[in-house]
């Protein structure tokens, strides 16, 4: 028979029993002292020289790091969410690298609080001090549950509302909070309500008019010592576009949506023009953005507009990423 001629391994035993040159255990018990954490090798001490450019990094940090926080309604009630963090700082040319658990540690600190735009500002200047940076930038995501009130049926459900948090500290020492708010709604063709009743009228025809769920995305920035509440927006949306989609529904509820889009037919420019006359008057919003995408059932593509408060150097009619308002 040939005789076992296995070479040993660096990880693991070899079928013929050889011992890995690498012992892989995992000691539980090993406790860490001050002085063995200080023997550690720590990159920000590394001299090796820049890889690539040597150039300045605009953000650089953590993103989507999950942590429950605490948000107070408008009633006076504090909710706990799941929520999703986004932080980067700015980077100097003449750095590496930054700690990004830095950046992590300065939001555990403040998890306990209640999350607020001046709350957001707290902790951009801390972590701005640990890492030594310029400029830095917070982002919270969030699902914001609604009590909604069906039509007429009496019945209520929980809406939930794609909600977003901003906090940007500037070079300049400028801090500004923004709010991203999410509305879904639904949209009937005005063009396609009147060649409905065209048809009807001339032909006897009975017809469909055509109508789709849309969705609006508002960018707010607030004012400063201003502040406007996630239900104050929501209701912001109802007045402008009057036909947020339903949550409990029977049948009195969904005749009576069917004569609320029929009351309030738009077109995808009607809504941005309607979002900005509600924005545009409320002096808590110092600058705005809005993006429409209606999700035609007429066609195999999407309407969309996006309209600006038109603030010299502020927010700009720039958006997109039209996919991402797909609802």
Not at 116 to 140: F, H
Not at 310 to 319: I, Q
Request: proline share 4%.
């Amino acid at each position: 028979m040939p005789e076992n001629t296995a070479k040993p391994m660096y990880l693991h035993r070899t079928a013929g029993g050889t011992a890995p040159k690498i012992r892989r255990a995992y000691d539980a018990k090993f406790k860490v002292t001050p002085a063995y954490r200080a023997s550690l090798p720590d990159m920000m001490e590394a001299a090796d020289p820049i890889s690539g450019g040597s150039v300045p990094i605009q953000q650089v940090g953590i993103s989507n790091f999950k942590l429950p926080l605490k948000y107070r309604t408008q009633a006076g009630k504090t909710l706990t969410l799941e929520t999703s963090v986004t932080g980067t700082v700015s980077l100097q040319a003449e750095l590496k690298g930054i700690n990004m658990s830095r950046i992590m540690r300065s939001f555990y600190e403040h998890k306990d609080g209640i999350t607020t735009g001046e709350w957001m500002g707290k902790i951009l200047k801390a972590y701005l001090r640990k890492v030594e940076s310029k400029a830095a930038r917070l982002k919270i995501r969030f699902s914001y549950p609604l009590l909604q009130p069906s039509l007429r049926s009496g019945l209520a459900g929980y809406q939930f509302y794609d909600v977003a948090f901003e906090g940007v500290m500037t070079e300049g020492g400028r801090y500004r909070r923004f709010i991203h708010f999410d509305f879904v709604y639904s949209s009937a063709c005005p063009c396609s309500a009147e060649l409905s009743e065209h048809a009807r009228d001339r032909r006897g025809a009975y017809t469909v008019p055509h109508s789709q769920r849309s969705k609006a995305r508002l960018t707010i920035e607030e004012a400063e010592g201003k502040k406007i509440w996630i239900e104050e927006i929501h209701a912001l949306c109802v007045r402008a576009l009057r036909t947020e989609t339903q949550v409990m529904v029977k049948r009195e509820d969904e005749q009576a949506f069917a004569e609320l889009n029929g009351a309030h037919l738009k077109f995808v420019e009607d809504a941005a023009r309607l979002l900005y006359a509600e924005l545009a008057k409320d002096r808590r919003i110092a600058d705005f953005q809005v993006a429409c995408s209606h999700q035609e059932s007429l066609h195999s593509h999407d309407a969309v507009s996006v309209i600006c408060k038109g603030v010299p150097g502020g927010l700009a009619a720039e958006f997109s990423d039209f996919g991402l308002l797909r609802c």
